[in-house]
């Protein structure tokens, strides 16, 4: 029962999504297959990354996403960044608290998806790691995420 909740709700933010990453590489893939409104990846798996974000730091998370963490993964690794659609929702949990999710399709199993990493990478460590504590102080609980073939 959880997971057909979990699955609806993707459903429903993904349908109200606007993607970041251009959410398709470039280079044409022959592994990809498109029927009406879905692609699919006959090779890869997706992930999902839900992010349960305090009320009082919703706007620092968008913030943070849209300004620092999404342009630092664009530079650092542009097939990830691709790969992955950030979704804000528009309305708050029954606990007050707001689902962000991070979507990853294809998910691609051999580049680097830390958010830390990738923060060094881009500002150098003393930087990133006050961004990224930034973006952990946002967190209402422990990022929950799930592979799907």
């Given at each position: 029962?959880?997971k057909?909740?979990?699955l609806?709700l993707?459903?429903?933010f993904y349908?109200c999504?606007?993607?970041i990453g251009?959410?398709v590489a470039?280079i044409?893939?022959?592994?990809?297959?498109?029927n009406?409104n879905?692609?699919?990846?006959?090779?890869?798996?997706?992930?999902i990354?839900f992010?349960?974000?305090?009320?009082r730091?919703?706007?620092a998370f968008?913030?943070?996403n849209k300004?620092?963490?999404?342009?630092a993964?664009?530079?650092a690794n542009?097939?990830?960044?691709?790969?992955l659609t950030?979704?804000?929702p528009?309305e708050?949990?029954e606990?007050g608290?707001?689902?962000?999710?991070?979507i990853?399709?294809p998910?691609?199993?051999?580049?680097d998806?830390?958010i830390?990493?990738?923060l060094?990478?881009?500002?150098?460590?003393?930087r990133?790691e006050?961004?990224?504590q930034l973006?952990?102080?946002?967190f209402a609980?422990e990022?929950?995420?799930?592979?799907?073939k």
């Amino acid at each position: 029962m959880k997971k057909i909740l979990i699955l609806s709700l993707l459903l429903t933010f993904y349908g109200c999504a606007i993607p970041i990453g251009n959410n398709v590489a470039d280079i044409p893939d022959n592994n990809v297959v498109t029927n009406g409104n879905s692609v699919y990846h006959s090779n890869g798996n997706s992930m999902i990354a839900f992010n349960k974000i305090s009320p009082r730091k919703r706007g620092a998370f968008e913030m943070l996403n849209k300004t620092i963490i999404m342009p630092a993964i664009e530079r650092a690794n542009l097939p990830v960044y691709n790969s992955l659609t950030f979704l804000a929702p528009d309305e708050q949990n029954e606990d007050g608290t707001y689902t962000f999710l991070y979507i990853a399709n294809p998910y691609l199993e051999n580049e680097d998806y830390d958010i830390l990493s990738i923060l060094i990478s881009v500002h150098g460590r003393p930087r990133a790691e006050e961004y990224f504590q930034l973006w952990l102080d946002c967190f209402a609980e422990e990022q929950k995420t799930l592979l799907f073939k």
